[in-house]
Nanobody, 125 residues
Framework: QVQLVESGGGLVQAGGSLRLSCAAS????????MGWFRQAPGKEREFVAA????????DYANSVKGRFAITRDNSKNTVYLQMNSLRPEDTAVYYC??????????????????WGQGTQVTVSS
């Protein structure tokens, strides 16, 4: 079992930055692909970013490409999401997730095995 705990959310003005952290416990996540998703009120959970456990290759939703960056620190068993140039439409609950399945479906939330409880990000205009 893997437990994931997100932190770093909060209220920020448009154009600002936040860094989310996802700390894992229970098992080393060095062999898990890690992803970030978000869910706004009344909307489905959507893919934000992911990082491959072995190659470090990353994938981003078009809406955040160039503004967000996902990184991982295996020594700390932690994944990060650096969010810059935030927009009001980025407002959502952000979740991190871990998966053992292959990279090809990394954008599919159903293929993730473990989820955190989420952290709220609110961007004011």
């Amino acid at each position: 079992q893997v437990q994931l705990v997100e932190s770093g959310g909060g209220l920020v003005q448009a154009g600002g930055s936040l860094r989310l952290s996802c700390a894992a416990s229970g098992r080393r996540i060095t062999t898990y692909h890690m992803g970030w998703f978000r869910q706004a009120p009344g909307k489905e959970r959507e893919f934000v970013a992911a990082i491959n456990w072995s190659s470090g290759v990353t994938d981003y939703a078009n809406s955040v490409k160039g503004r967000f960056a996902i990184t991982r620190d295996n020594s700390k068993n932690t994944v990060y999401l650096q969010m810059n140039s935030l927009r009001p439409e980025d407002t959502a609950v952000y979740y991190c997730a871990a998966r053992t399945k292959g990279w090809s479906t990394v954008r599919r939330p159903l293929d993730y095995d473990y989820w955190g409880q989420g952290t709220q990000v609110t961007v004011s205009s």
